[in-house]
């Protein structure tokens, strides 16, 4: 059974850096393609980053430059977040679906992930 536990969200102030974990189990030797999303009061889910089993990465317009996406080979996803805005603050979700075969234009589309986390909550005060 496919499991997704985030980890490492907080408070912190503008400008802060916060390191978001998932731990993965359940994959095997599968290649799994993986991304976090986040969704804050009132608003749509939205993708953040995504990165695939082949390393291939892609990102939000909105966290360019000021997150990076990352995973080890025991699919531990990782989210570094440098650079924190009011605007960052939400519940950040790890997502995954097997395979390697999600073209790049569709890996920030929630409807491409089967397979979801509870959340962590991040909050960036000013």
């Known amino acids: 059974q496919v499991r997704l536990v985030e980890s490492g969200g907080g408070s912190v102030q503008a400008g802060g850096s916060l390191r978001l974990s998932c731990a993965a189990s359940?994959?095997?030797?599968?290649?799994?393609?993986m991304a976090w999303f986040r969704q804050a009061p009132g608003k749509e889910r939205e993708g953040v980053a995504a990165i695939k089993g082949s390393g291939a990465a892609t990102y939000a317009d909105f966290v360019q430059g000021r997150f990076t996406i990352s995973k080890d080979a025991q699919n531990t996803l990782y989210l570094q977040m440098n650079s924190l805005k009011t605007e960052d603050s939400a519940m950040y979700y790890c997502a995954a679906e097997f395979g390697d075969w999600t073209p790049i234009s569709r890996l920030l589309l929630r409807t491409e992930y089967n397979y979801w986390g509870q959340g962590t909550q991040v909050a960036v005060s000013s």
């Open positions: 359940g994959y095997g030797s599968s290649s799994v393609t």
